[in-house]
Each structure stands twice: as structure tokens, then as C-alpha cells.
């Protein structure tokens, strides 16, 4: 017998008891068809196996994989399920007003603007500890200055930065 032919046969002999099953597994008839697709295509794709097992064999091979793909859905409903409730727990974040883009960048121009008025002593301290990530000591061997002036030029330098950005955040300050 072809192979579509043995195909058909198990498919006509077992689609109404596999997709009653599905049907009263999930209580939804379009689960359960697209369930029932599913057992019949591993059932195509394992045919040369199925071919040499006597009817019942082939029926009770059906109904393990339609078991399996009960056991998979439910889980997956499951998991989804909790997911859906996990997020419907998570607080929304409002989104983003259009302004706050411009803020962002006009903040960086502030800063940018108020570290390039630094002494330029300071401006390099500043640089270096920032794009470096060294500490007080290494920049302190490096710039050829005590590890004390180096902590200094630091304070004083970020405290310009933060009173830029200060007056830029609260105008009123001036």
C-alpha cells in the first residue's frame, strides 16, 4: 500500500476519537483541531515506524503523543496564564514626554559647557578620572601632582558641574 494510502486510513480510523479527546481536555473545539493536526503530523512524519505496529499499537501511539501535546498545552497555558497576571501586577510606566529628550540633551550641553570652563588643571583631572577609571593615586603619578591636589581639583570640579546643572534645573537660583 502507498504511503498516503496507509496515511489516510489512520487518519480516518482515529480523527474523531483524537479530536473528541482533545476536545474534552480543552474544552475549546479549535485547540483541539490544531491539536489533532499536530498528533497527525508526527504521525506522518514517524509513518515508517507506524507501519510495521498492528492497529492498536498505532491507536495507543496516537494517544501518547495526543497525551503529550495535553500535558505541553496545559502547561503553556498555564505559564502564560501566570505571565499575563505577573504583568497586569507591574506597575505601568507612563510614557516619556517629547520634551524630556530635549531636557536630556540640553543637560548635556550644561554639563558639557561647564567642564569646559574649567581651570584647565581641573579639566584634565576631570577627564581623566572619568574616562580613565583610575584612581586618585594612578592620576596623582601620572599628572606629576600630589594624590591630595588631585582630590581637590575632583571636588571642586564636579561641584562646578552639579551648580551648572543646579541653575539649568532651577533657574530661579540665580
Known amino acids: 500500500m502507498d504511503r ?56 495507543a501511539w496516537l494517544f501518547t503523543v495526543a497525551r503529550n501535546l495535553s500535558v505541553d498545552a496545559h502547561r503553556h497555558r498555564h505559564i502564560r496564564a501566570g505571565a499575563e497576571q505577573a504583568l497586569a501586577r507591574e506597575p505601568s510606566q507612563p510614557p516619556q514626554p517629547a520634551s524630556a529628550e530635549i531636557i536630556a540633551s540640553e543637560r548635556i550641553a550644561v554639563v558639557a559647557e561647564a567642564i569646559r570652563r574649567l581651570p584647565e588643571p581641573q579639566r584634565i583631572t576631570l577627564t581623566m578620572a572619568a574616562a580613565g577609571s583610575m584612581t586618585s593615586a594612578e592620576l596623582a603619578a601620572v599628572l606629576g601632582v600630589p594624590a591630595g591636589t588631585v582630590r581637590y581639583r575632583l571636588s571642586v570640579a564636579r561641584r562646578a558641574v552639579a551648580e551648572a546643572l543646579n541653575r539649568y534645573d532651577d533657574p530661579t537660583q540665580e
Open 4 to 59: 498516503e494510502a496507509e496515511f489516510r486510513r489512520l487518519y480516518e480510523a482515529n480523527r474523531a476519537a483524537v479530536h473528541a479527546y482533545f476536545t474534552g481536555r480543552t474544552g475549546d473545539r479549535q485547540s483541539a483541531a490544531e491539536l489533532m493536526q499536530e498528533v497527525f503530523l508526527r504521525a506522518w512524519q514517524h509513518q515508517e515506524k507506524l507501519a510495521d505496529m498492528p492497529d492498536e499499537r498505532r491507536r
